[in-house]
């Protein structure tokens, strides 16, 4: 091997046109519809983010909150691609998950 033929290949690598920028959390949290919202968190879930329980915490407060708004889940499960009995899954915890607070000693 060269010397430096090793960053080098990093350095191609890195600029590849297959190489997509993949959103934060902290985006999808600002998306400002509920149901977009939590379409864009689940399909993120299933494309190896690397903050996959943050994705799922926004996906469940956003459905939650589409839900309080009167959205049907039937039509949140069609839009997410899953069955109906699957957003109440989902949205089981309680209480509002995103942004997860730092703990505290």
């Not at 890195?14 to 985006?27: F, G, K, L, M, Y």
């Not at 998306?31 to 994705?55: C, F, G, K, M, Y």
Request: aromatic share 4%.
């Amino acid at each position: 091997m060269w010397p430096g033929s090793g960053h080098l290949a990093v350095a191609a690598r890195a600029r590849s046109p297959h190489d997509v920028r993949v959103p934060t959390c902290e985006e999808i949290a600002s998306i400002e519809d509920s149901v977009d919202r939590a379409a864009r968190a689940n399909d993120l879930i299933w494309r190896n983010h690397p903050r996959p329980t943050q994705l799922r915490q926004l996906r469940a407060d956003a459905l939650r909150t589409a839900l309080s708004e009167g959205r049907d889940a039937a039509e949140l499960a069609d839009r997410l691609g899953v069955k109906a009995g699957d957003i109440a899954w989902m949205t089981s915890q309680e209480k509002p998950t995103w942004p997860v607070l730092p703990a505290t000693r």
